[in-house]
């Protein structure tokens, strides 16, 4: 009964044991309580520190225990003094936090500059997506291209979109169309969607993008290789630019639990038709293959299931079959 309030059970049963006979030594609590002794003299040192027993005025030398309104009293309130003090401790940790954190800011190397920061290096990306994270209280836009994404960033994201989604944060995601042949990355926007964010996807995606509470953007310094580091700005007509540049991508893309739409008149795909764009403008099957999120072999194979279907030869006849049939 007494465990709450900080007491063995040994210590609870030699005070009550002691309330009962004050005239028990430790021998004899040894046996009354069948207790090895170096139990019983834990007990007496437990019930000594928490003031519950007091020298004996009738036998000096000996122990007898308080009554227990005075011994709960006398509990409670060192507790409530430990608790204080602990408080008191932790409100000097927090401006001792707060401090340090003023103080080492200057040290970065990343110092955010006139609304803008670099941020150079994936650990320098990380810690400062955590901050953004963290601050987080309406909504985050973001877009993820590149098809599949790699294990080491869903497990990083998680996290971060688990907290964000828990304190009713509004999360819109778009991934490209080819997430949805990677099972890893599929489960991860379904594992969003169960818990209330919105997931579209579409063939092309404009670059990387993070926009938080539509007051700070994070954005690649190099789309075509995010390792380089990144731009953390809070300048407001850039903010106004990237988010209307994702309203029109979100609104072209498809939720993630409908299937990619086909042309009624062709027949086409968003996929397909994209594809067919793309390599007219003469771009190689290694580009067009990033600008999907597809393998190489994947572009190849789509590509020839066209010019069957255009009775194509070559490409370039099936550019022109495409036009003449009102694909392009």
């Keep these: 009964m007494l465990e709450m309030l900080g007491l063995s059970t040994a210590a609870e049963a030699v005070y009550r044991t002691m309330l009962t006979d004050p005239c028990l030594g430790v021998a004899q609590l040894c046996a009354h309580l069948a207790l090895p002794e170096t139990r019983v003299r834990e007990a007496l040192d437990q019930l000594a520190d928490l003031t519950l027993l007091r020298q004996s005025l009738d036998h000096p030398g000996t122990l007898r225990a308080i009554s227990p309104e005075i011994a709960l009293d006398v509990v409670l309130r060192r507790q409530e003094e430990d ?41 320098a990306i990380q810690t400062r997506l955590e901050v953004l994270a963290k601050e987080l209280t309406d909504e985050c836009l973001s877009v993820m291209p590149g098809g599949a994404q790699s294990q080491a960033s869903l497990q990083a994201s998680q996290p971060l979109d688990e907290d964000a989604m828990g304190r009713g944060v509004r999360l819109l995601t778009l991934y490209q169309h080819s997430v949805r042949n990677d099972a890893a990355t599929f489960a991860y926007a379904q594992w969003m969607t169960d818990r209330g964010a919105e997931v579209r996807t579409a063939p092309v995606l404009p670059p990387r993008l993070l926009i938080f509470d539509r007051q700070v953007a994070v954005v690649p310094i190099d789309p075509a290789n995010t390792r380089l580091g990144a731009l953390c ?14 309203e029109q991508a979100w609104e072209t893309a498809v939720p993630l639990g409908a299937d990619p739409k086909r042309d009624a008149r062709t027949g086409l795909d968003t996929t397909e038709k994209q594809l067919l764009t793309l390599l007219a403008t003469g771009l190689t099957d290694e580009t067009v293959a990033k600008r999907l999120g597809v393998s190489m072999r994947t572009v190849r194979r789509q590509m020839a299931a066209l010019m069957e279907r255009l009775n194509a030869s070559s490409r370039f006849e099936a550019g022109l079959k495409a036009a003449q049939h009102g694909w392009l």
Excluded: C, N, W, Y
């Design 233 to 246: 700005t809070r300048e407001p007509a850039v903010i106004a630019t990237l988010v209307a540049m994702f």
């Design 83 to 123: 608790v204080a003090r602990r408080q008191q401790e932790l409100a000097a940790q927090k401006a001792a936090a707060a401090r340090a954190v003023a103080e080492f800011a200057h040290l970065r190397p990343d110092t955010p500059a006139e609304g803008s920061q670099r941020l150079v290096g994936l650990d």
